[in-house]
Protein backbone atom coordinates (compact mmCIF):
# COMPACT_ATOMS: atom_id res chain seq x y z
CA UNK A 1 0.00 0.00 0.00
CA UNK A 2 0.95 3.10 -0.91
CA UNK A 3 1.79 6.42 1.15
CA UNK A 4 -0.89 9.01 0.74
CA UNK A 5 0.02 12.23 -1.63
CA UNK A 6 -1.52 15.19 -0.31
CA UNK A 7 0.33 17.84 -3.15
CA UNK A 8 -0.94 15.57 -5.88
CA UNK A 9 -4.52 16.70 -7.43
CA UNK A 10 -6.08 14.79 -9.79
CA UNK A 11 -7.65 16.91 -12.50
CA UNK A 12 -10.60 15.60 -14.82
CA UNK A 13 -11.95 17.37 -17.98
CA UNK A 14 -15.15 16.24 -19.53
CA UNK A 15 -15.77 16.70 -22.98
CA UNK A 16 -16.89 20.59 -22.95
CA UNK A 17 -13.21 21.18 -21.23
CA UNK A 18 -11.24 20.00 -24.45
CA UNK A 19 -13.84 20.28 -27.38
CA UNK A 20 -11.87 22.61 -29.47
CA UNK A 21 -8.40 24.22 -29.45
CA UNK A 22 -10.10 26.93 -27.16
CA UNK A 23 -11.40 25.13 -24.54
CA UNK A 24 -7.82 23.12 -24.40
CA UNK A 25 -5.89 26.29 -23.59
CA UNK A 26 -8.34 26.98 -21.29
CA UNK A 27 -7.47 23.86 -19.87
CA UNK A 28 -3.89 24.06 -20.02
CA UNK A 29 -4.02 27.41 -17.95
CA UNK A 30 -6.09 25.91 -15.71
CA UNK A 31 -4.17 22.84 -15.20
CA UNK A 32 -0.86 25.68 -14.99
CA UNK A 33 -2.21 27.64 -12.34
CA UNK A 34 -2.55 24.59 -10.03
CA UNK A 35 1.30 23.89 -10.64
CA UNK A 36 2.11 26.79 -9.63
CA UNK A 37 0.84 26.59 -6.23
CA UNK A 38 3.14 23.63 -5.75
CA UNK A 39 0.57 21.20 -6.32
CA UNK A 40 1.71 18.04 -8.15
CA UNK A 41 -1.24 17.61 -11.18
CA UNK A 42 -2.02 14.24 -12.98
CA UNK A 43 -4.41 15.02 -15.49
CA UNK A 44 -7.13 13.01 -16.73
CA UNK A 45 -9.83 13.88 -19.89
CA UNK A 46 -12.74 12.84 -21.58
CA UNK A 47 -12.76 12.33 -25.73
CA UNK A 48 -13.32 15.86 -27.29
CA UNK A 49 -17.06 16.88 -26.59
CA UNK A 50 -19.74 14.51 -28.67
CA UNK A 51 -16.66 12.34 -30.08
CA UNK A 52 -17.51 9.62 -28.03
CA UNK A 53 -21.21 9.23 -29.51
CA UNK A 54 -19.94 10.00 -33.08
CA UNK A 55 -17.43 6.79 -32.75
CA UNK A 56 -20.11 4.43 -31.88
CA UNK A 57 -22.80 6.07 -34.52
CA UNK A 58 -19.53 4.65 -37.37
CA UNK A 59 -19.41 1.51 -35.44
CA UNK A 60 -23.40 1.02 -35.61
CA UNK A 61 -23.71 2.21 -38.98
CA UNK A 62 -20.34 0.15 -40.63
CA UNK A 63 -22.30 -2.94 -38.64
CA UNK A 64 -25.69 -1.98 -40.86
CA UNK A 65 -23.85 -2.44 -43.94
CA UNK A 66 -25.20 -1.29 -47.41
CA UNK A 67 -25.45 2.21 -47.97
CA UNK A 68 -24.45 3.22 -43.97
CA UNK A 69 -21.29 2.04 -44.76
CA UNK A 70 -20.65 5.27 -46.38
CA UNK A 71 -22.13 7.31 -43.20
CA UNK A 72 -19.93 5.08 -41.36
CA UNK A 73 -16.51 6.70 -43.55
CA UNK A 74 -17.76 9.77 -43.76
CA UNK A 75 -18.26 10.57 -39.52
CA UNK A 76 -14.83 9.49 -39.72
CA UNK A 77 -13.93 11.39 -42.09
CA UNK A 78 -15.64 14.53 -40.37
CA UNK A 79 -13.71 13.19 -37.03
CA UNK A 80 -10.45 13.08 -38.60
CA UNK A 81 -10.49 16.43 -39.97
CA UNK A 82 -12.19 18.15 -36.79
CA UNK A 83 -8.92 16.18 -34.76
CA UNK A 84 -6.35 17.82 -37.41
CA UNK A 85 -8.00 21.27 -37.33
CA UNK A 86 -7.63 21.37 -33.71
CA UNK A 87 -4.06 20.27 -33.62
CA UNK A 88 -3.18 22.36 -35.56
CA UNK A 89 -4.12 25.34 -33.66
CA UNK A 90 -2.32 23.66 -30.39
CA UNK A 91 1.16 22.91 -31.31
CA UNK A 92 3.38 23.66 -33.82
CA UNK A 93 6.75 22.12 -35.86
CA UNK A 94 8.02 19.01 -35.10
CA UNK A 95 5.62 18.68 -32.14
CA UNK A 96 2.83 19.06 -34.59
CA UNK A 97 3.89 17.00 -37.45
CA UNK A 98 4.19 13.86 -34.57
CA UNK A 99 0.56 15.10 -33.80
CA UNK A 100 -0.11 14.60 -37.54
CA UNK A 101 1.08 11.49 -37.77
CA UNK A 102 -0.76 9.97 -34.90
CA UNK A 103 -4.00 11.66 -35.49
CA UNK A 104 -3.46 10.05 -39.39
CA UNK A 105 -2.23 6.34 -37.94
CA UNK A 106 -5.43 6.59 -35.63
CA UNK A 107 -7.78 7.38 -38.28
CA UNK A 108 -6.24 4.58 -40.94
CA UNK A 109 -6.80 1.99 -37.84
CA UNK A 110 -10.19 3.35 -36.59
CA UNK A 111 -11.21 3.02 -41.18
CA UNK A 112 -9.48 -0.44 -41.27
CA UNK A 113 -11.78 -1.52 -38.41
CA UNK A 114 -15.14 -0.33 -39.76
CA UNK A 115 -13.89 -2.32 -42.70
CA UNK A 116 -13.90 -5.26 -41.38
CA UNK A 117 -16.77 -4.24 -39.18
CA UNK A 118 -18.83 -4.31 -42.01
CA UNK A 119 -17.03 -7.13 -44.60
CA UNK A 120 -18.16 -8.99 -41.27
CA UNK A 121 -21.36 -7.78 -40.35
CA UNK A 122 -20.36 -8.27 -36.80
CA UNK A 123 -19.73 -6.31 -34.05
CA UNK A 124 -18.63 -7.88 -31.20
CA UNK A 125 -19.00 -5.83 -27.62
CA UNK A 126 -14.83 -6.12 -28.05
CA UNK A 127 -14.39 -4.81 -31.24
CA UNK A 128 -16.67 -1.69 -30.38
CA UNK A 129 -14.95 -0.69 -27.38
CA UNK A 130 -11.36 -0.44 -29.79
CA UNK A 131 -13.61 1.53 -31.92
CA UNK A 132 -14.78 3.98 -29.29
CA UNK A 133 -11.65 4.28 -27.18
CA UNK A 134 -9.96 6.22 -30.21
CA UNK A 135 -11.69 9.28 -28.31
CA UNK A 136 -9.77 9.66 -25.56
CA UNK A 137 -6.49 8.11 -27.04
CA UNK A 138 -6.47 11.15 -29.68
CA UNK A 139 -8.01 13.93 -27.23
CA UNK A 140 -5.29 13.02 -24.19
CA UNK A 141 -2.07 12.86 -26.78
CA UNK A 142 -3.11 16.47 -28.17
CA UNK A 143 -3.65 17.81 -24.45
CA UNK A 144 -1.03 16.52 -23.70
CA UNK A 145 1.24 18.23 -26.73
CA UNK A 146 -1.02 21.08 -25.67
CA UNK A 147 0.67 21.78 -22.37
CA UNK A 148 3.97 20.74 -23.77
CA UNK A 149 3.51 23.62 -26.14
CA UNK A 150 2.91 26.14 -23.51
CA UNK A 151 6.18 25.06 -21.71
CA UNK A 152 3.95 23.03 -19.41
CA UNK A 153 6.22 19.30 -18.15
CA UNK A 154 3.34 16.81 -19.56
CA UNK A 155 3.85 13.79 -20.61
CA UNK A 156 1.36 11.48 -21.93
CA UNK A 157 0.36 8.39 -19.81
CA UNK A 158 -1.58 5.58 -22.05
CA UNK A 159 -4.31 4.91 -19.72
CA UNK A 160 -4.16 1.49 -21.32
CA UNK A 161 -1.25 0.69 -19.17
CA UNK A 162 -2.47 1.83 -16.05
CA UNK A 163 -6.19 1.13 -15.48
CA UNK A 164 -6.29 -2.38 -15.15
CA UNK A 165 -10.11 -4.28 -15.63
CA UNK A 166 -11.77 -7.41 -16.29
CA UNK A 167 -13.13 -8.24 -19.55
CA UNK A 168 -16.26 -7.15 -19.36
CA UNK A 169 -16.42 -5.48 -22.24
CA UNK A 170 -18.78 -1.60 -22.45
CA UNK A 171 -18.59 -2.20 -18.63
CA UNK A 172 -15.32 -3.08 -17.45
CA UNK A 173 -14.67 -3.59 -13.88
CA UNK A 174 -11.66 -1.92 -12.46
CA UNK A 175 -8.68 -4.42 -10.77
CA UNK A 176 -7.56 -2.11 -7.88
CA UNK A 177 -4.75 -3.93 -6.20
CA UNK A 178 -3.48 -3.88 -10.50
CA UNK A 179 -4.19 -0.23 -11.16
CA UNK A 180 -2.49 0.70 -7.88
CA UNK A 181 0.81 -0.93 -8.80
CA UNK A 182 0.55 0.34 -12.36
CA UNK A 183 0.32 3.77 -10.92
CA UNK A 184 2.86 3.60 -8.40
CA UNK A 185 5.47 2.01 -11.45
CA UNK A 186 4.77 4.13 -14.05
CA UNK A 187 2.91 7.24 -12.97
CA UNK A 188 4.27 8.37 -9.38
CA UNK A 189 8.21 8.05 -10.90
CA UNK A 190 6.91 10.87 -13.31
CA UNK A 191 4.95 13.28 -10.76
CA UNK A 192 8.12 13.11 -8.41
CA UNK A 193 10.42 14.08 -11.14
CA UNK A 194 8.09 17.52 -11.53
CA UNK A 195 5.88 15.92 -14.97
CA UNK A 196 2.16 16.21 -15.55
CA UNK A 197 0.80 13.23 -16.60
CA UNK A 198 -1.93 13.45 -18.65
CA UNK A 199 -4.01 10.69 -19.66
CA UNK A 200 -7.42 9.69 -21.12
CA UNK A 201 -9.98 8.47 -19.13
CA UNK A 202 -12.74 5.76 -20.03
CA UNK A 203 -10.58 3.51 -21.50
CA UNK A 204 -8.57 0.64 -19.72
CA UNK A 205 -7.44 -2.67 -20.61
CA UNK A 206 -7.19 -6.54 -19.44
CA UNK A 207 -4.31 -7.96 -17.53
CA UNK A 208 -3.36 -9.55 -21.03
CA UNK A 209 -3.63 -5.87 -23.19
CA UNK A 210 -7.35 -6.26 -24.69
CA UNK A 211 -8.44 -2.58 -24.73
CA UNK A 212 -12.13 -2.35 -22.69
CA UNK A 213 -13.71 0.44 -21.40
CA UNK A 214 -15.46 1.51 -18.14
CA UNK A 215 -18.50 2.40 -19.55
CA UNK A 216 -20.71 5.70 -20.73
CA UNK A 217 -19.32 8.59 -18.66
CA UNK A 218 -16.93 6.67 -17.49
CA UNK A 219 -13.77 8.90 -17.42
CA UNK A 220 -14.82 10.53 -13.61
CA UNK A 221 -14.53 6.88 -12.97
CA UNK A 222 -10.67 6.76 -14.04
CA UNK A 223 -10.35 10.11 -12.34
CA UNK A 224 -11.66 8.49 -8.98
CA UNK A 225 -9.38 5.74 -9.52
CA UNK A 226 -6.39 7.23 -10.47
CA UNK A 227 -6.77 9.19 -7.20
CA UNK A 228 -7.35 6.73 -5.02
CA UNK A 229 -4.63 4.51 -6.34
CA UNK A 230 -2.60 7.25 -5.98
CA UNK A 231 -3.86 8.65 -2.54
CA UNK A 232 -4.03 11.57 -3.99
CA UNK A 233 -4.80 15.18 -1.70
CA UNK A 234 -7.96 15.73 -4.23
CA UNK A 235 -9.39 15.04 -6.93
CA UNK A 236 -10.85 18.10 -9.41
CA UNK A 237 -13.71 17.14 -11.71
CA UNK A 238 -14.06 19.96 -14.24
CA UNK A 239 -17.33 20.59 -16.33
CA UNK A 240 -19.15 23.53 -17.43
CA UNK A 241 -21.50 24.60 -14.60
CA UNK A 242 -20.64 26.23 -11.49
CA UNK A 243 -21.11 22.68 -8.90
CA UNK A 244 -23.80 21.32 -7.54
CA UNK A 245 -27.01 23.79 -6.97
CA UNK A 246 -29.83 23.57 -4.36
CA UNK A 247 -32.09 23.63 -7.60
CA UNK A 248 -32.63 24.38 -11.42
CA UNK A 249 -31.94 27.67 -11.61
CA UNK A 250 -33.86 27.73 -14.79
CA UNK A 251 -36.60 27.05 -12.07
CA UNK A 252 -35.34 28.96 -9.51
CA UNK A 253 -33.39 31.95 -10.49
CA UNK A 254 -32.00 32.18 -7.09
CA UNK A 255 -30.83 28.98 -6.90
CA UNK A 256 -27.47 29.27 -5.08
CA UNK A 257 -24.30 27.13 -5.57
CA UNK A 258 -23.93 24.30 -2.34
CA UNK A 259 -20.14 24.76 -1.42
CA UNK A 260 -19.95 21.59 0.07
CA UNK A 261 -22.42 18.19 0.12
CA UNK A 262 -21.67 14.46 1.39
CA UNK A 263 -21.13 11.28 -0.97
CA UNK A 264 -24.60 10.17 -0.01
CA UNK A 265 -26.45 13.47 -0.28
CA UNK A 266 -24.81 13.52 -4.18
CA UNK A 267 -25.48 10.07 -4.14
CA UNK A 268 -29.28 10.91 -4.32
CA UNK A 269 -29.02 13.58 -6.58
CA UNK A 270 -27.43 11.52 -9.28
CA UNK A 271 -31.07 10.21 -10.09
CA UNK A 272 -32.36 13.19 -11.02
CA UNK A 273 -29.27 15.28 -12.36
CA UNK A 274 -26.44 12.72 -13.62
CA UNK A 275 -25.32 15.85 -15.77
CA UNK A 276 -22.99 16.65 -13.00
CA UNK A 277 -21.11 13.51 -12.01
CA UNK A 278 -22.17 9.97 -11.17
CA UNK A 279 -21.20 9.58 -7.42
CA UNK A 280 -20.58 5.41 -8.28
CA UNK A 281 -17.98 6.57 -10.08
CA UNK A 282 -16.07 8.28 -7.27
CA UNK A 283 -16.70 5.73 -4.74
CA UNK A 284 -12.74 4.82 -4.79
CA UNK A 285 -12.43 8.42 -3.72
CA UNK A 286 -14.76 8.66 -1.34
CA UNK A 287 -14.16 5.64 0.09
CA UNK A 288 -10.26 6.76 0.81
CA UNK A 289 -11.45 9.71 1.83
CA UNK A 290 -10.44 12.09 -0.71
CA UNK A 291 -12.62 15.01 -1.27
CA UNK A 292 -13.80 14.90 -4.94
CA UNK A 293 -14.22 19.09 -6.56
CA UNK A 294 -16.76 19.11 -9.10
CA UNK A 295 -15.68 22.78 -10.93
CA UNK A 296 -16.47 25.02 -13.97
CA UNK A 297 -13.79 25.52 -16.51
CA UNK A 298 -15.19 28.30 -18.11
CA UNK A 299 -15.44 30.03 -14.29
CA UNK A 300 -12.15 28.74 -12.65
CA UNK A 301 -12.34 31.42 -9.90
CA UNK A 302 -15.68 29.94 -8.98
CA UNK A 303 -15.57 27.30 -6.23
CA UNK A 304 -17.57 24.59 -6.89
CA UNK A 305 -19.09 21.83 -4.84
CA UNK A 306 -16.64 20.44 -2.46
CA UNK A 307 -17.77 16.45 -2.47
CA UNK A 308 -16.76 14.37 1.07
CA UNK A 309 -17.62 11.21 2.81
CA UNK A 310 -18.44 12.83 6.01
CA UNK A 311 -20.85 15.79 5.91
CA UNK A 312 -19.90 19.08 7.10
CA UNK A 313 -22.50 20.21 9.69
CA UNK A 314 -25.56 22.43 8.33
CA UNK A 315 -28.14 24.96 9.97
CA UNK A 316 -30.77 24.45 6.93
CA UNK A 317 -31.99 20.77 6.73
CA UNK A 318 -32.29 20.45 2.81
CA UNK A 319 -29.23 20.64 0.55
CA UNK A 320 -30.95 20.60 -2.54
CA UNK A 321 -34.35 19.98 -4.50
CA UNK A 322 -34.24 18.21 -6.91
CA UNK A 323 -37.34 17.79 -9.78
CA UNK A 324 -38.22 14.90 -12.02
CA UNK A 325 -40.45 14.63 -14.93
CA UNK A 326 -42.02 12.24 -17.21
CA UNK A 327 -43.38 10.14 -14.75
CA UNK A 328 -45.93 7.57 -14.45
CA UNK A 329 -47.89 6.28 -11.27
CA UNK A 330 -48.99 2.97 -11.05
CA UNK A 331 -51.70 2.13 -8.86
CA UNK A 332 -51.94 -1.77 -7.93
CA UNK A 333 -55.19 -2.31 -6.03
CA UNK A 334 -55.15 -6.14 -5.02
CA UNK A 335 -58.59 -6.33 -4.00
CA UNK A 336 -58.81 -9.85 -5.17
CA UNK A 337 -55.11 -11.22 -3.35
CA UNK A 338 -55.52 -8.41 -0.40
CA UNK A 339 -51.90 -8.73 -0.63
CA UNK A 340 -51.52 -12.40 -0.44
CA UNK A 341 -48.03 -13.85 0.39
CA UNK A 342 -45.94 -13.72 -2.89
CA UNK A 343 -47.85 -10.99 -4.49
CA UNK A 344 -45.31 -8.19 -4.42
CA UNK A 345 -42.90 -10.82 -5.73
CA UNK A 346 -45.42 -11.38 -8.42
CA UNK A 347 -46.09 -7.94 -9.19
CA UNK A 348 -42.23 -6.73 -9.31
CA UNK A 349 -41.37 -9.89 -11.60
CA UNK A 350 -43.75 -8.28 -13.78
CA UNK A 351 -41.35 -4.84 -13.74
CA UNK A 352 -38.48 -7.25 -14.04
CA UNK A 353 -39.88 -8.90 -16.69
CA UNK A 354 -39.85 -5.54 -18.67
CA UNK A 355 -36.55 -4.23 -17.47
CA UNK A 356 -38.63 -1.18 -16.38
CA UNK A 357 -36.78 0.40 -13.21
CA UNK A 358 -39.49 1.30 -10.04
CA UNK A 359 -38.48 4.76 -8.57
CA UNK A 360 -40.79 5.12 -5.66
CA UNK A 361 -43.36 2.52 -4.11
CA UNK A 362 -45.74 3.14 -1.52
CA UNK A 363 -48.28 0.49 -0.25
CA UNK A 364 -51.55 0.41 1.83
CA UNK A 365 -53.49 -2.56 3.30
CA UNK A 366 -54.77 -3.21 -0.17
CA UNK A 367 -52.63 -1.48 -2.51
CA UNK A 368 -49.40 -0.33 -4.18
CA UNK A 369 -48.56 2.37 -6.00
CA UNK A 370 -45.41 2.31 -8.09
CA UNK A 371 -44.00 5.09 -10.06
CA UNK A 372 -41.29 4.35 -13.31
CA UNK A 373 -40.08 6.78 -16.19
CA UNK A 374 -42.83 6.64 -18.39
CA UNK A 375 -41.90 4.32 -21.20
CA UNK A 376 -43.44 2.56 -24.20
CA UNK A 377 -43.66 -1.05 -22.25
CA UNK A 378 -45.90 0.39 -20.14
CA UNK A 379 -49.55 -1.33 -21.45
CA UNK A 380 -47.60 -4.39 -21.89
CA UNK A 381 -46.91 -4.18 -18.01
CA UNK A 382 -50.08 -3.12 -17.07
CA UNK A 383 -52.00 -5.97 -18.74
CA UNK A 384 -50.09 -8.27 -17.16
CA UNK A 385 -50.37 -6.31 -14.23
CA UNK A 386 -54.01 -7.22 -14.25
CA UNK A 387 -54.40 -10.65 -14.22
CA UNK A 388 -52.83 -10.35 -10.52
CA UNK A 389 -55.24 -7.02 -9.69
CA UNK A 390 -56.80 -4.02 -10.34
CA UNK A 391 -54.48 -1.90 -12.68
CA UNK A 392 -54.71 1.75 -13.86
CA UNK A 393 -51.77 4.31 -14.53
CA UNK A 394 -51.62 8.00 -14.92
CA UNK A 395 -48.61 9.69 -16.55
CA UNK A 396 -47.30 13.46 -16.79
CA UNK A 397 -46.16 13.06 -13.19
CA UNK A 398 -43.28 14.30 -11.35
CA UNK A 399 -41.02 13.33 -8.18
CA UNK A 400 -39.83 15.97 -6.27
CA UNK A 401 -36.85 15.25 -4.25
CA UNK A 402 -35.46 16.90 -0.81
CA UNK A 403 -32.00 15.86 -0.14
CA UNK A 404 -30.20 16.85 3.04
CA UNK A 405 -28.28 15.16 5.95
CA UNK A 406 -30.19 17.50 8.46
CA UNK A 407 -33.36 15.79 7.92
CA UNK A 408 -32.94 13.44 10.53
CA UNK A 409 -33.30 14.66 13.96
CA UNK A 410 -35.49 17.80 12.50
CA UNK A 411 -38.83 17.74 14.46
CA UNK A 412 -42.07 18.81 12.30
CA UNK A 413 -39.57 18.81 8.96
CA UNK A 414 -42.34 17.13 6.76
CA UNK A 415 -45.26 19.51 8.09
CA UNK A 416 -43.06 22.13 6.84
CA UNK A 417 -42.35 20.57 3.97
CA UNK A 418 -46.07 20.38 2.86
CA UNK A 419 -47.50 23.23 4.53
CA UNK A 420 -45.28 24.89 1.37
CA UNK A 421 -46.93 23.36 -1.23
CA UNK A 422 -50.21 22.66 0.14
CA UNK A 423 -51.96 24.23 -2.89
CA UNK A 424 -50.32 21.70 -5.06
CA UNK A 425 -51.62 17.95 -5.19
CA UNK A 426 -49.85 15.85 -3.73
CA UNK A 427 -49.88 12.05 -4.96
CA UNK A 428 -47.29 9.69 -2.99
CA UNK A 429 -44.56 10.28 -0.35
CA UNK A 430 -41.70 8.47 0.65
CA UNK A 431 -38.39 8.89 3.35
CA UNK A 432 -35.83 6.55 2.31
CA UNK A 433 -34.09 4.35 4.76
CA UNK A 434 -31.15 6.36 4.20
CA UNK A 435 -33.46 9.27 6.31
CA UNK A 436 -31.53 11.82 3.83
CA UNK A 437 -34.36 11.77 1.49
CA UNK A 438 -37.77 13.36 1.12
CA UNK A 439 -40.01 12.57 -1.54
CA UNK A 440 -43.14 13.24 -3.33
CA UNK A 441 -45.06 13.08 -6.15
CA UNK A 442 -47.12 15.18 -7.74
CA UNK A 443 -48.38 16.41 -11.21
CA UNK A 444 -45.80 17.48 -14.07
CA UNK A 445 -47.63 20.55 -14.53
CA UNK A 446 -47.33 21.62 -10.80
CA UNK A 447 -43.41 21.69 -10.89
CA UNK A 448 -42.52 24.98 -10.96
CA UNK A 449 -44.64 26.21 -8.26
CA UNK A 450 -43.74 23.70 -5.90
CA UNK A 451 -40.13 24.27 -6.67
CA UNK A 452 -40.50 27.94 -5.90
CA UNK A 453 -42.67 27.90 -2.64
CA UNK A 454 -39.93 25.19 -1.25
CA UNK A 455 -37.04 26.89 -2.08
CA UNK A 456 -37.96 30.04 -1.12
CA UNK A 457 -39.10 28.57 2.67
CA UNK A 458 -36.08 26.10 3.18
CA UNK A 459 -33.87 28.92 1.31
CA UNK A 460 -34.69 32.27 2.46
CA UNK A 461 -31.95 32.19 5.37
CA UNK A 462 -29.48 29.80 4.03
CA UNK A 463 -26.52 28.61 6.11
CA UNK A 464 -23.28 30.94 5.02
CA UNK A 465 -20.92 27.99 5.17
CA UNK A 466 -22.74 25.51 3.11
CA UNK A 467 -24.39 27.64 0.67
CA UNK A 468 -22.71 30.68 -1.17
CA UNK A 469 -24.87 33.58 -0.47
CA UNK A 470 -22.55 36.16 -1.60
CA UNK A 471 -23.14 35.24 -5.35
CA UNK A 472 -26.71 35.85 -4.64
CA UNK A 473 -26.37 39.44 -3.66
CA UNK A 474 -24.19 39.59 -6.53
CA UNK A 475 -26.88 39.12 -8.98
CA UNK A 476 -29.87 40.44 -6.94
N1 LIG B 1 -16.13 9.92 -23.42
C1 LIG B 1 -16.87 8.99 -22.61
C2 LIG B 1 -18.35 9.25 -22.74
O1 LIG B 1 -18.74 10.19 -23.41
C3 LIG B 1 -16.45 9.00 -21.20
C4 LIG B 1 -16.60 10.32 -20.49
O2 LIG B 1 -16.56 11.36 -21.13
O3 LIG B 1 -16.74 10.32 -19.27
O4 LIG B 1 -19.14 8.52 -22.22
MG1 LIG C 1 -19.23 13.08 -17.82
Redesign the pocket.
Known sequence: MSTPHPHIVVMKF??TSVEDATAIQRTASIVASRAQKGLSPVVVV??MAKV?DQLLACAAAAFAGRGDRDVAFEISARLRTRHIDTASQLASGDRLDALFAIIHRDFDVLDELLHGIAALGELTPRTNDLVVSF??RLSSVMVAAAFAEQGMASIHIDARTVIITNDHHGKAAPIEHAIEAALTELVLPLVDEGKIPVMG??IASTPEGTTTTLG?????YTAALVGGGLHAGAIEVWTDVNGIMTTDPRICPDALRVKTISFEEAAELAYFGAKVLHPATILPAVQKNIPVWVLNSRNPQNEGTKITAVPAPCASPFKCIAAKKRLTIIDIVASRMLLAHGFLKAVFDVFDKHQCAIDMVSTSEVSISVTVDSNEALPAICAELRQLADVSYEGAKALICMVGEDIRGHAGIAAQVFTAVQHVNIRMISQGASEINMSFMIDEQDVEEAVRSLHTKFFAAPDETVFDVEARVVTA
Open positions: GGSATGEGFRGGSD
